[in-house]
């Protein structure tokens, strides 16, 4: 288990590093964080969807798109209601309550303690296809511009994230493979999504800025949302819809994976709470591998 989080403890270090030596300049986190989301993260989402079959399975990913539902709503709920945050900011904090890491650190904690990845597959698709778009609608919105339908339809050819993952999901609707000239190079820019994410992470633990009064409690707040109420909902959600114990397995680990560093990435991209996703980001990877563990070991 210790082994899945050592490369992402090691990359946001190494990106600590280098801000704290002044190695890549002043303005490097929020140089990598653009290049992350403009470049490399449309690259990754594509390369992944061309590769992956689009399937459900079942009431095991309802539950997990229930739990999904009710946290993020209860994040949004908790920075909108209860520490005054503006509609952009507490999107940013719902998505840090209820938004797993299911690439890099998903991928190796499941095969750890599933075998498999078999269920995070539509996770994973689940978060690109349904939730990222609309959480990037409304971080749209949070830009002051007005909402037209016009504008809505055309997010996809303005927005690179959400334009990679449609093109990733049509392909694999199509059920086309890309040629080698088109897939070679956009994985080869994909692959750098991960640890350029976290080592933009890394760097934006050295810039310094005020924040705003009960940051740190809010942070702790969306952290427990994360680790504590998205896996326990999970797990009465699949209670009700009777899974087998396998099943139930599966989707409590995925529901209790850390906040994705791409809170952080979006937070940082629109101006909208990115302390608030990074320090989220860095409490919740830090503390499940206790919650993960523990999981691990009542359920499997």
Same mark, same amino acid.
């Given at each position: 288990?210790?082994?899945? *989080?050592?490369?992402?403890?090691?990359?946001?270090?190494?990106?600590?590093?280098?801000?704290?030596?002044?190695?890549?300049?002043?303005?490097?986190?929020?140089?990598?964080?653009?290049?992350?989301?403009? /470049?490399?993260?449309?690259?990754?989402?594509?390369?992944?969807?061309?590769?992956?079959? !689009? @399937?459900?399975?079942?009431?095991?990913?309802?539950?997990?798109?229930?739990?999904?539902?009710?946290?993020?709503?209860?994040?949004?709920?908790?920075?909108?209601?209860?520490?005054?945050?503006?509609?952009?900011? +507490?999107?940013?904090?719902?998505?840090?309550?209820?938004?797993?890491?299911?690439?890099? /650190?998903?991928?190796?904690?499941?095969? $750890?303690?599933?075998?498999?990845?078999? *269920?995070?597959?539509?996770?994973?698709?689940? $978060?690109?296809?349904?939730?990222?778009?609309?959480?990037?609608?409304?971080?749209?919105? #949070?830009?002051?511009?007005?909402?037209?339908?016009?504008?809505?339809?055309?997010?996809?050819?303005?927005?690179?994230?959400?334009?990679? !993952?449609?093109?990733?999901?049509?392909? @694999? +609707?199509?059920?086309?493979?890309?040629?080698?000239?088109?897939?070679?190079?956009?994985?080869?820019?994909?692959?750098? +999504?991960?640890?350029? =994410?976290?080592?933009?992470?890394?760097?934006?633990? %050295?810039?310094? #800025?005020?924040?705003?009064?009960?940051?740190?409690?809010?942070?702790?707040?969306?952290?427990?949302?994360? !680790?504590?109420? $998205?896996?326990?909902?999970?797990?009465?959600?699949?209670?009700?819809?009777?899974?087998?114990?396998?099943?139930?397995?599966?989707?409590?680990?995925?529901?209790?994976?850390? %906040?994705? $560093?791409?809170?952080?990435?979006?937070?940082?991209?629109?101006?909208? =709470?990115?302390?608030?996703?990074?320090? %989220?980001?860095?409490?919740?990877? +830090?503390?499940?591998?206790?919650?993960?563990?523990?999981? #691990?070991?009542? /359920?499997?």
């Amino acid at each position: 288990m210790i082994a899945a *989080f050592v490369p992402i403890w090691a990359l946001t270090l190494l990106g600590f590093m280098a801000g704290r030596f002044r190695l890549l300049g002043a303005e490097a986190d929020r140089v990598l964080g653009g290049f992350v989301f403009h /470049l490399a993260m449309p690259a990754a989402l594509f390369s992944v969807l061309t590769r992956t079959r !689009l @399937s459900f399975s079942g009431l095991a990913l309802g539950a997990f798109a229930a739990s999904t539902v009710v946290t993020m709503a209860l994040g949004f709920a908790l920075s909108r209601l209860v520490f005054g945050r503006k509609p952009g900011e +507490a999107t940013i904090g719902a998505m840090s309550a209820g938004y797993v890491n299911s690439a890099n /650190l998903g991928i190796p904690v499941t095969l $750890q303690v599933l075998g498999d990845a078999t *269920f995070l597959t539509g996770v994973l698709l689940f $978060q690109v296809l349904i939730i990222t778009p609309l959480v990037l609608v409304v971080l749209d919105r #949070g830009t002051g511009h007005k909402v037209r339908p016009a504008r809505l339809a055309s997010l996809p050819l303005r927005n690179p994230v959400i334009l990679g !993952l449609a093109a990733g999901a049509l392909c @694999s +609707a199509l059920g086309w493979h890309p040629p080698p000239v088109i897939v070679g190079p956009l994985s080869l820019l994909g692959n750098a +999504a991960v640890p350029a =994410a976290l080592v933009a992470l890394g760097l934006s633990l %050295t810039v310094r #800025g005020p924040g705003p009064a009960g940051e740190r409690t809010e942070v702790v707040a969306l952290s427990a949302l994360k !680790l504590l109420a $998205q896996p326990l909902l999970a797990y009465v959600f699949g209670l009700m819809m009777r899974l087998h114990p396998a099943e139930l397995l599966a989707l409590v680990v995925c529901a209790a994976l850390p %906040t994705a $560093q791409n809170a952080y990435i979006f937070a940082r991209e629109y101006g909208q =709470a990115d302390s608030v996703a990074r320090g %989220t980001v860095i409490a919740g990877t +830090a503390l499940s591998m206790l919650t993960l563990a523990s999981i #691990g070991w009542l /359920l499997g």
